[in-house]
C-alpha cells in the first residue's frame, strides 16, 4: 500500500518528466553558436547572423524559412532581448536568442534530438519523509558572482539570505537566492556529487513563514539542465553552499 507522501512525490516526479519531454524543452537542446558583431553563418543554419551585445542581426531570405512572431524572415530583421531571449522558429525548430554576459548565442532546440528521443525518465533516490527537514530563513540580500558551467559565460545571482536547518545532527547553512513570488532558490553541493549524482543539484521551495521558517524537502532536489545537456550556461553553486552530509534524496545522475 502506498501511502500519501510516496504518492505526491510520484505525481510530483512524473511533471516533472513530462516538463523535460517537452519538445523544445532542456533535451532538445543540439547547438549553442556564439554571436560576433560581423555577420556570419552558423553551422546548420540558414542566413547571416550578428550580436552587438544588445541586438540580434538575422539576414535571410523568405525561402530560408526562418519565422519570428508567425511571419517569414525577408531581408534583414533585428531582435532586442531586454527581459530574456527572443525566438525564431526553424521548421520544427525553435532557435533561441540568449543573452550571456553582454554577448547573445543561439541556441538550437530540436524536437528530434537523441537526447529528447531516447529519453526514458530521470532516475531518483525513492521518497523518503526524512529527507523533508525544517529550516529558518534569514534575510541578508546581496548580489554574488558565481560563474558558470560554460567558460566564458559570467553569471550573478541575486541572494536574498540564508536558510539554515539540520541534517543527520549537523548544521548546515545554503545561500538562497531568488526563485520569484517569494520563493527560494537553493544551489548545493553535497558528497554525492560525481558518483550517484550530477556535479550540483537544486532545490526551489515555498515562501518563508512566520519567523522565516522554510521547509525543505530534499526528496524534489532537481538535476540543472546542464546535466543533460552540453549546451546549458547553468550557474554554479555560490561557495558556501556545499553540504557535510551526503544527500541521498532527489534526482540521481542522468543515465
Request: hydrophobic content about 40%; proline content about 9%.
Amino acid at each position: 500500500m502506498t501511502d500519501e507522501f510516496t504518492r505526491e512525490w510520484r505525481t510530483w516526479h512524473a511533471r516533472r518528466e513530462a516538463a523535460l519531454a517537452e519538445p523544445h524543452g532542456w533535451l532538445s537542446l543540439t547547438a549553442f553558436h556564439w554571436l560576433d558583431d560581423e555577420p556570419a553563418p552558423l553551422d546548420g543554419l540558414p542566413g547571416l547572423w550578428s550580436s552587438d551585445g544588445t541586438v540580434v542581426t538575422v539576414t535571410a531570405a523568405a525561402a530560408d524559412r526562418l519565422v519570428a512572431d508567425g511571419a517569414p524572415v525577408h531581408g534583414t530583421a533585428e531582435f532586442k532581448t531586454p527581459t530574456g531571449p527572443a525566438w525564431i522558429d526553424y521548421g520544427d525548430k525553435r532557435l533561441e536568442l540568449a543573452p550571456r554576459g553582454g554577448r547573445h548565442a543561439v541556441r538550437v532546440r530540436d524536437p528530434q534530438a537523441a537526447t529528447r528521443t531516447a529519453f526514458t525518465g530521470v532516475p531518483a533516490f525513492d521518497p523518503d519523509p526524512a529527507w523533508a527537514v525544517a529550516g529558518r530563513f534569514a534575510a541578508a540580500p546581496a548580489r554574488l558572482d558565481v560563474g558558470s558551467v560554460r567558460e566564458g559565460v559570467d553569471q550573478a545571482l541575486n541572494a536574498l539570505g540564508t536558510v539554515s536547518f539540520d541534517l543527520a545532527g549537523q548544521a548546515q547553512e545554503l545561500v538562497a537566492t531568488d526563485a520569484g513570488d517569494g520563493r527560494l532558490w537553493l544551489l548545493f553541493r553535497d558528497p554525492t556529487n560525481g558518483e550517484t549524482t550530477a556535479s550540483f543539484r537544486q532545490l526551489t521551495t515555498a515562501a518563508p513563514g512566520p519567523g522565516g521558517a522554510v521547509e525543505l524537502d530534499f526528496n524534489r532536489a532537481v538535476n540543472m539542465p546542464c546535466a543533460f545537456t552540453d549546451y546549458g550556461t547553468c550557474p554554479l553553486p555560490p561557495g558556501p553552499n556545499r553540504l557535510t552530509v551526503a544527500v541521498t534524496a532527489g534526482e540521481r545522475r542522468p543515465a
